[in-house]
Each structure stands twice: as structure tokens, then as C-alpha cells.
């Protein structure tokens, strides 16, 4: 089992710019979460998608962050226009279902915006 | 307001010995309580996840304590090794009605010194 793939694992870009952050979740798992993880707010949740469809976005701080999935096996957090309070770690998880499964991280992506 | 609160908020401890990290929540309703171990330059892992009915749950040398009445947690480490020293992060999930949403702590810095 490969467990959940991100690309890339660090990205720097200048202020501006727009990011993609990809993942890919275990096989077989139908839910995917997006987090946040700054030393000043912790982890957060961004979004989770349960079979593709988005169930909760209320954790996506603005309307510049977007996230899409557009199959099981693949889903993309896009920033654009990226801003240097963007930058964290971001993380994304799979699980087998929403609510009492364990959920399973990916080794994150580290984003700087210069 | 539905909050997570973790205590200490760092912890230094010599190898061998034992420790307790505490969790507070007032998340309502309640659907579990999950303890994650985070080391450094990697995505959080699940320790253990306890539902209402469910008082302790043990994983190798960790044990967790849910007591819902009083809404506390804790996570005991027993003999600790070298490969502890990581964040320990106590996450509660409201009920399915509230879309299984995650409330994080903190987090517990623990240090293990040889």
C-alpha cells in the first residue's frame, strides 16, 4: 500500500502566483480531507470531499483557495492568486468513511510565498 | 463555542519514564475523540479513536481515557523511548448532524532526553 501521495512536497512561489497541490488517496478510501498546518493556528481543516462530492467547506479560508475531486483517485488544492499568509504545510488524508475511521496522512506539502 | 484545549503545552521527560498528556473539549454533540502523533516534517498518525461507550484504548504503549461525562481525555505513555518525542494532537468529532466536523487541539510537545 502506497499510502496517500501529495505533490509536490515543497513548493515556493512568489506572491501572486497561482499553486496546485495534488493528492492522491489510498485506493479504495471514499473520503479526502484537506488541512492547514501554520506553527500560529495548528492544524486545520480545510475541506472534505466524501465519494468526490464536497461535504463541508467551511474551513477554506477565502475565495482564493478552491479545491476540486474530480475522481476517486485524485484531488487538486488550488490558491490563486497566492499571498505569503498562505504559507504552511498542507496535508491531505483519506479515510475509509467520515466518521470513525481513522484517517490516514499523506507527508504534506510545504508551500512558501515569497 | 466548541473548543479543544491540550495540556502541557510542552512536556520534557528523561527516557524510561512515564507521562500523561491531558485533552479538554467542550465540543457538542459528541462523536469521538482521536489522538494523533506528529513527528517533526511528517503528517499527523492515528493513535487511537474512541467513541462515546468506549472508556480506554490501549496501542502498544500508549492508552487513552475518555471520560464523557466530564468531557477529559488523556494519553499515557508508558516507559518512553527516544521515538515518542513528537506532537501529540487530540482531535474531537461532533456527530454526523453537524457533518462529523473536527475541532484540533493544540497539540503536546513531548521532548524524550536519553
Known amino acids: 500500500d502506497a499510502g496517500v501521495i501529495q505533490s509536490p512536497r515543497h513548493e515556493v512561489t512568489e506572491m501572486g502566483q497561482e499553486v496546485t497541490l495534488r493528492c492522491k488517496p489510498i485506493?479504495?478510501?471514499?473520503?479526502l480531507f484537506w488541512y492547514r498546518q501554520t506553527m500560529m493556528r495548528g492544524l486545520e481543516l480545510l475541506i472534505y470531499?466524501?465519494?468526490?462530492?464536497?461535504?463541508?467547506d467551511s474551513g477554506m479560508p477565502e475565495d482564493r483557495f478552491s479545491a476540486k475531486m474530480p475522481n476517486a483517485s485524485f484531488s487538486t488544492l488550488k490558491i490563486q492568486p497566492s499571498e505569503p499568509r498562505d504559507s504552511a504545510v498542507y496535508f491531505c488524508?483519506?479515510?475509509?468513511?467520515?466518521?470513525?475511521?481513522?484517517?490516514?496522512f499523506g507527508p504534506g506539502t510545504r508551500l512558501t510565498v515569497t | 463555542k466548541n473548543q479543544v484545549e491540550q495540556s502541557p503545552q510542552s512536556l520534557i521527560i528523561l527516557e524510561g519514564k512515564n507521562c500523561t498528556l491531558q485533552?479538554?473539549?467542550?465540543?457538542?454533540?459528541?462523536?469521538?475523540l482521536r489522538w494523533y502523533k506528529q513527528d517533526t516534517g511528517r503528517g499527523p498518525v492515528s493513535l487511537t479513536i474512541m467513541t462515546f461507550s468506549e472508556n480506554t484504548k490501549s496501542n502498544g504503549r500508549y492508552t487513552a481515557t475518555l471520560d464523557a461525562d466530564t468531557k477529559q481525555s488523556s494519553l499515557h505513555i508508558t516507559a518512553s523511548q527516544l521515538s515518542d518525542s513528537a506532537s501529540y494532537i487530540c482531535v474531537v468529532s461532533a456527530g454526523l448532524e453537524y457533518g462529523n466536523k473536527l475541532v484540533f487541539g493544540a497539540g503536546t510537545i513531548l521532548r524524550v532526553k536519553s
Open positions: 485533552c479538554n473539549y467542550t465540543v457538542s454533540p459528541f462523536s469521538n
Open positions: 470531499f466524501n465519494n468526490n462530492v464536497p461535504i463541508d
Open positions: 488524508a483519506s479515510s475509509r468513511e467520515t466518521s470513525s475511521y481513522e484517517q490516514y
Open positions: 485506493s479504495g478510501h471514499n473520503s
